[in-house]
């Protein structure tokens, strides 16, 4: 899978404001694809980390974390109920699409397409962007005083 800047999320979330069904399919597709890669990363995180190879190097923000381990059940979460919301005869066909996408060399055909449709409303509404995802935890929203 290509590099995916998780910048934007300026229309995560929010007002949609596509006009067309061509531009609904771009922004659902950015958002699965964005989710899939940050559970990748966070998949490939060492749980534990006992010491530094790397003296020279000092950020420790390639180890597990709460907001990692929460994130990845999220995600997974997020995909069983989708998938098990649908006939048991579509679940395996779902599921070999969902181990599809998560590889780094996938074609989006019939059933991955489907499968992203899916999966994108539940993922706007659980807020699984990466960049909202993790932002959250750091700047809670205060409510207002009266």
């Known amino acids: 899978m ?3 800047n998780i910048a934007p999320v300026d229309s995560i979330g929010g007002r949609r404001t596509h006009t067309n069904a061509v531009e ?3 922004e659902q597709k950015r ?7 940050a559970y990748r990363g966070v998949s490939d995180l060492q749980p534990i980390v006992a010491f530094n190879q790397d003296p020279d190097r000092k950020t420790h923000a390639n180890k597990w ?3 990692s381990c929460h994130y990845k059940v999220d ?5 069983r ?5 649908k006939p048991e005869s579509e679940h395996s066909a779902l599921w070999a699409a969902w181990n599809s996408l998560l590889t780094d060399d996938y074609e989006i055909g019939n059933v991955e397409q489907r499968l992203i449709k ?6 706007y509404r659980k807020r699984l962007h990466p960049g909202l995802y993790f932002r959250r ?3 809670p929203v205060r409510q207002r005083s009266r």
């Open 118 to 123: 899916l999966l994108a409303g539940q993922m």
């Open 65 to 67: 974390s709460p907001d």
């Open 137 to 139: 935890n750091k700047y």
């Open 81 to 85: 109920r989708i998938i098990e919301a």
């Open 24 to 26: 609904r399919w771009e």
């Open 75 to 79: 995600v997974q979460n997020c995909v």
């Open 31 to 37: 958002l699965v694809l964005l989710v899939i890669a």
């Open 2 to 4: 290509k590099a995916v």
